[in-house]
C-alpha cells in the first residue's frame, strides 16, 4: 500500500535525523532557551526578512492556533475564519475550549476576501447592541488553505488593510506554508508575510522535521508575555532544543524551501495527470494537495493499492478525495499513481 | 560546565534515536493509530500487568495533566493536590485553564495523606452550603513527588482506600516514575500502580525518550471518548507513531526500568556524598532529585563547574538546591561532582 | 411614545409587586431554599404535570441557557442549534465561554427539524476521524422561536425521538413558553413539554415577571448537584425567595396563561391590521413576535410615534422590524398602532 | 425563629418598593440604558466623588466579582487574594471558572498587607522561570472583608501604593461597603474608595436593595467594553431599570448611608453585650458581623429562638457563629437577642 493520504506519514528529512544523533548528548537548559533555538530564530527571520520578530517554538498545529488565538483576543471576542477553516472544523473545539467563538464566514474555495471580512466587522460595530454578540477581535486565514488553495499577493494585502483599517490583528496558519511558497503561480514570497500580517506561523511537521511550528510575531502589542501562554497549552516542550534544532536544520541552507519544492513537483505530476484524464476536481489547486472528483468504482481500483484521505460525497456514485505528497513523497510512487489513475479513468 | 539542573537536559537514548532512523521511511497513519502504538501499549500493559487498561500517548507533562484532569472533572469539581504539587505551582494555572480550581492540602513532604483528603472530601459532603464551594472531585499525587519523596505501599493502599470509599478517582502524576520504581528502598511494584489508582501517566520525556507520556487508564468509567480530550487539548500529535516508537523501545525489553536503574545510582553516589559530607538535605529523597542546603559561599564555587537547580533559600546563608540525575547521567560527572562536594565542604 | 420594541419593556404583573410588599419583612434563608420557592416548584409541576421533576429558579435568559448547557455537556461536545438561536447569535458567546462550541444548523425558520439534526449527528458518529471535531452532545431549540415560530406537536416528538435515539439530551429554551403555549393554533399543551424534552424552562422575565426563569429537568441523568452549576455561574440569588414568590404568583391559580392570553390577543390584532394591509411578514408567528416587512418611508413614519425592534434590511426599500406585544400591551395602545398602520399603508 | 444569619434575609427597604410600584408601567429600553440607570449613576458618581468613572449594575456578588475580575486579567494571569477571600472559599470556583487561579494569601483577619502583597508581587517577577507560574494580574479585597474586619485609610494607601508600583489593578469588593463606611472607627470615607483603588463595587443586596450591586470602574484602561462582559456573564439584567431605580432611590439622598448606620448601631449593641458578658470573639469587629465563640450548649440554648451562621469550630466544645444585622434589623429583635445571651452566659 502506498499512502497519499496527508503529509505527515513518514518521519523526517533524513538531515534532520542526522542532526539529532550529532546533538544528542549535548546538555542544554530546557524549555526553548538553548543556543539551538536561538540560532533557529536567526535564521527564521533571516529567511522570512523580519528581524524584529519574535519567534517560538511549539510542537503541533492545534496546540499553535489555540496558544495564538487566546493569546491575541479578549474574552468576549471571536475570531473570523472561514467556515471551512481548521480551527472551524477540525480541532475538537480547542478554540471555544479557550472561550472564543469561531465566527464562521461562508467561503467556496476556503479563503476570506477582503469585502466579507470587512463587511462582518463594520457591520458589527455598528449594530448598537452590539455588546450582546461576539465582536470580531482577529481574523485567522490559512495560507495555502486547507483546500489547497492559495491567496494572491494583491488579495491578501485588501485583507491586510482591512484588518489594520480596524485594529484587528491577522493571523496566518502556515501549517503548509512551504508547499505554499513553493507552488509555481504563487507571487507570495516568504519576506511578504510578516509584512501582511502580524502573527504566522511556519508548519515543520507537515515539512520536512518530526514535529514542530514556528510562530513569527511581528506586531510589537502581540509579543508580551508570549512564553506564558505556550506554557499554559502544554506547548513548551522541556527538551525545547529538539525544536531549535530542526528548525536551524530546516532555515541554515534552504532546505525547507528545497524540499516544499519537491512536494510541488510530485503534485504537478497528479495534477498534470488528473488534467489529461479528464478527472474534475473540488479545487484547483496549487499546491501539493490536489482533490480529485472519483467515481466510486474508480475510487475502490485505487484504494487497492494507495490510500487517499477521503474529502465528501460529492454526488451518489461521486467522491472527493485527497491526494497529498510531501517532502518524502518518492518519485517511483508518484509514477505508480500516475500510471494507474490513467489505466482506471480510461477503462 | 556540567549540568545538574534537571533530568531533561539530553536528547535520548542511543536505542530510541536508532529506532527513529530505521523507522524512518516507513509509511504510517497519523495521530496514534499505527503499529508502533499499537505496540508500545501492549508493552506497558505487559510491564504494568493491566490488561484491560486504556493506553495513550501525549506529549509532554502539564499537556498531559491537563488532559487527565479535565477529562474526569465535571465542571464545577477541583482536584485535591499537595501544595507543591506540580500542577499547583508550576503549570502557569493550565488547570484553572480548564475552569478547575487546583485543592492545595498543606504537606511537609510532597504527599498527601490519606487521613487529610479523607477530612477534607468528608467536610466537604457534610457542609450545608456545599454547593457555594468546590467540589473535590478527583485526588491528584505524583509519585515520585516534586520533592523527590515517594509513597509506601501502605500509604498508596490507604490513600486509594479513602479515594473509593468517596467514589473519587485517584491520578498518579508520574512524570519519574521510572526514577520511583527504581529507588532502593521502596516495596511498591510496577504492577501495583494500576491496581492502586484510577488513572496514571508513565513519563517518557524525563526517563530516555525525546520527549512523550504514556497514559493508562485502569477505571472503565474514565475510559471513553479520551482521545477528544487529547485532541482537544493539543495533544494528539500527527505523527503519533514517533510516541509509539519510543515507548515500544522503552518497554519491549525493559529498557526503561535500566536506565531508571542508572539514575538512582548515581544519584545515591551524590547523597552518600552528602551526608559524609555533613551536608544537610531538605527532604530526604530515594530517587534521582536530591535537595542539599548549601551555605552561599559554597554553593558560589560549586556554581562555576556545575548547574544545579534553585530551589529556595533556607536562610540569611543557605540555599538548598536539586541535583538531578538521570538516565544519561555520565559516571564520570557524578565522580568530579562528588569530588568538589568533598572539597569545598571541607574547606 | 409607545414602546413595541420587545415584551420586557415595563415592570411586573401587579399581583406579583403585590406579593412582594406583602411579603417584605419576612424572614426567609437565602439562595432559594426557603418556602415559597418550594411552593413555586410544587405548582409548577403541577401545571405541568411533572410531578418527579426537579425545579430551580435563576435569573435571566443568557444565564439560565449558560448554566444548563454546560451542566449537560462533556468538555469536547457542543451543542446543536438552529443558526438564528439566541445563544448562537445574542449571548456574546456565553457558551463558548464555557468552552462549548454552538454546532449551528441551516433554518428559514428558526426551527430545527429531525431529520437535520438526525442527519448531523449520525454523520459525525460515523466520521473515523470523529474525535477531530466537536462531538454533538446536546439540541437546544427555542419554542417559540427567536422569530415567533412554534413547533408541532408532531415536529417535537419526531425531533426528540432522534435525540433519544443518539442519547442526546433536548432542551428546551422557553424564555417565551407562555406565549407559545397560548398561541391559537398551537397543539401542544403544557403537559406535553416536559415529555418531550430532557429539561426546559419557564421564561418570566417576559412573560410577566420582574426576572427570573424556571428550569424544569425531568431527565434524572441531569438532575444532579445542580445547584453548584447554578452558583458558579452566579445564577444563586442571595434573597431567592424574590424568585419563588413570583413563580408562586404566576402558578398558583394560572396567571402566567392568563396574561400570556392577552399578548396573543393583542398580538393576533396586529397580525390581521398587517394581513388586511397587505403587509408583507419575514415569518407567519402565531405568537406575540410579529415581523412585518415595511418601505422605509413607512416605518419612519411610523416611527414618529411607536418604537420596534429593527430585524434586518429586506431590500434596498425595504425593512423587518418585529412587533412585540407582552402581558402589559395596552389595548389602547394596540388600537392606536393598528390605525397609524392602516392609515400609512394606505398613503 | 428570629433571623441573624446574614444581611439577607428580608426583602428590600420600602422606599424601593413604592419605587417599584410607582415606576411600574413606565415603558423604558432594556438592558440598563434607561434614564433610571442614568440618574443612579450620576448619583453614585456624586456620593463617592468619582465624576470620571464608569458605573455598571450587576445582580449579584458573585457575578459581579467574576465579570470583574475576568475582564481585568490576562489569561495567565491569576488574582491575589486573603485565603479567606470570598471568591477563593465561596463561590464554587467561578473565578477558576474562568479560566484565572485565585492566588491566596494567608491571613489572620481576612486582610492583605501591603508587604505580602509586594513581596509575592516581586518574587513572582524576579523568578527565572517565572512563565512556569500563574502571574499575579490584580489584587482582590473586600472592605469589610468576610470577618467583619476593615482596612484603615494608612493599610490601603499603603497596599494601592503597592499595585501601582507593580502596575497591577486593585479591585475592592464592596458588597457590604455602606456598613464598612457606616462603621464608628473607621477613617475611610466615601470619597476615598474611588481614589484607592481602580475598581471596586456597592453592594445593594446585602444594604436595602432587592437585590443588585454597583461596579465603579475609576481606572480609564479597564473601561473599555465592559458592557461586552457583563453580557458575556449573564448579567445584563434584561429589565435593567430594576437596578437603576434601586440605586436611584439608595443614593439620591443618603438612604444607603442611612440604613447602614442602624445596621452598625444594632451591631455595635450586640458586640457591647458580648463584651460585658465575657464572650470571646474571633474577630474583633467594626461592622455589622460579629462572630461571638459559644460554647456549644450556650449555642443550643440560643438556637431555639434565633438563627446564626455557623463558622467553625474553634474546640471540642466551643464553637464560633457569626450574628448579623442588617438595614432592616427591628430594634426589638436585637433587644431581645441579647437579654437572652445575657441570660444564658450568666448560667
Known amino acids: 500500500m502506498i499512502y497519499f493520504e496527508c503529509d505527515y506519514h513518514e518521519g523526517a528529512h533524513p538531515k534532520i535525523l542526522e542532526k539529532l544523533i550529532e546533538t544528542n548528548f549535548e546538555q542544554t537548559m530546557g524549555y526553548g532557551v538553548d543556543e539551538h533555538c536561538e540560532k533557529a530564530k536567526e535564521y527564521i ?11 517560538h517554538f511549539l510542537v503541533g498545529g492545534t496546540q499553535t492556533n489555540t496558544t495564538v488565538i487566546s493569546s ?3 474574552p468576549y471576542q471571536g475570531v473570523l475564519c472561514a467556515e471551512t477553516g481548521h480551527i472551524n472544523v477540525h480541532e475538537t473545539g480547542a478554540i471555544e ?3 472564543h467563538k469561531v465566527l464562521a464566514l461562508e467561503s467556496d474555495d476556503g479563503k476570506i476576501t477582503a469585502e466579507k471580512a470587512d ?10 447592541a452590539a455588546e450582546h454578540m461576539v465582536q470580531p477581535g482577529m481574523v485567522y486565514i490559512s495560507h ?6 492559495l491567496y494572491t499577493k494583491n488579495e491578501l494585502e485588501k485583507l491586510y488593510k482591512v484588518c489594520q483599517k480596524h485594529s484587528i490583528p ?31 506561523y511556519i508548519g515543520g511537521t507537515k515539512v520536512g522535521a518530526l514535529f514542530g511550528e514556528a510562530v513569527v510575531i511581528t506586531n510589537d502589542a502581540l509579543k508580551k508575555d508570549f512564553r506564558y501562554f505556550i506554557k499554559r497549552h502544554g506547548g513548551l516542550l522541556a527538551k525545547g532544543r529538539l525544536l531549535g534544532l530542526q528548525f536551524e536544520e ?24 488528473l488534467e489529461e484524464c479528464g478527472v474534475k476536481v473540488l479545487f484547483a489547486s496549487d499546491t501539493n494537495q490536489q482533490f480529485p472528483i472519483f467515481t466510486n468504482e474508480i475510487l475502490k481500483e485505487l484504494s487497492e493499492k494507495y490510500t487517499f484521505c477521503y474529502w465528501k460525497k460529492v454526488s451518489d456514485n461521486e467522491s472527493a478525495v485527497r491526494i497529498c505528497t510531501s517532502w518524502a513523497t518518492k518519485e517511483e510512487n508518484t509514477q505508480k499513481l500516475i500510471e494507474d489513475i490513467k489505466k482506471v479513468t480510461k477503462g
Do not use: Q, W
Not at 530546516?250 to 495527470?273: P, Q, T, W
Open 45 to 55: 527571520k533571516k529567511a522570512f526578512s523580519c528581524h524584529n520578530a519574535d519567534v
Open 144 to 149: 495555502p488553505t486547507e483546500g489547497g488553495t
Open 250 to 273: 530546516l532555515f541554515s541552507d534552504g532546505l525547507y524551501f528545497e524540499i516544499s519544492d519537491h512536494a510541488i513537483n510530485e503534485a504537478m505530476k497528479v495534477r498534470k495527470c
Open 97 to 99: 475550549g479557550t472561550g
Open 170 to 200: 491577522l493571523f496566518i496558519d502556515g501549517a503548509r506554508l512551504g508547499y505554499g511558497l513553493a507552488a509555481k503561480n504563487t507571487d507570495i514570497k516568504p519576506e511578504d508575510i510578516p509584512k501582511l500580517c502580524d502573527i504566522f
Open 72 to 74: 491575541v483576543l479578549r
Open 119 to 128: 463587511e462582518y466587522i463594520k457591520s458589527h460595530f455598528e449594530d448598537e
